[in-house]
């Protein structure tokens, strides 16, 4: 079954640490992305995401500018993030997503917990699945290396990003619309 990425209710944020101090956050505010697979058996999702990297905003204009530039998602020449996904596999109430997370060029793997919400049909008659994907990178594996070193040590920004993705997709139109029409194909 195919399902897609309902933009309207999904956020896709990241936090990392400033200084040791403090958490900054941040989210994207363009993505797309699609879903196959049995909303009654997770494992069987198959899901790739595309993020516009231009559409950062942490909440401070200079700070986006700079997140843009070369020294991090250098979106002139690499303007999307891409995930695609290998496999889910149940742990306990969870589930791990396993899958290829592509910025600056650079493929790593990742794994991500996700966290069910469920099925629910909303007051138009749209089928919606949903759920929180989370877990933590490394910036530096994707040559994300710009820093500052603090006189106290430590540094300006953490290497660690963690990645949270509060998910709604819904049933896609095209597949509703050749369920349909192999239904009334087969009821002929």
Known sequence: MAWTIDTAHTTVGFMARHMGLSKVRGQFMSFRGEVEGDPTDITT???RFEVDLASVDSGNPDRDTHLKSPDFFDVANHPTMVFQSKSVIRDGDDYKLVGDLTIKGLTR??????????EATDPYGNRKVGGTLTGTIKRSDWDLTWNVPLDTGGWLVSDNVTIEIDLQVAESQEAVELETDIESRISA
């Open 45 to 47: 999702a198959r899901a």
């Open 109 to 118: 793997e990742v794994e991500l917990t996700y966290e069910h919400g469920g």
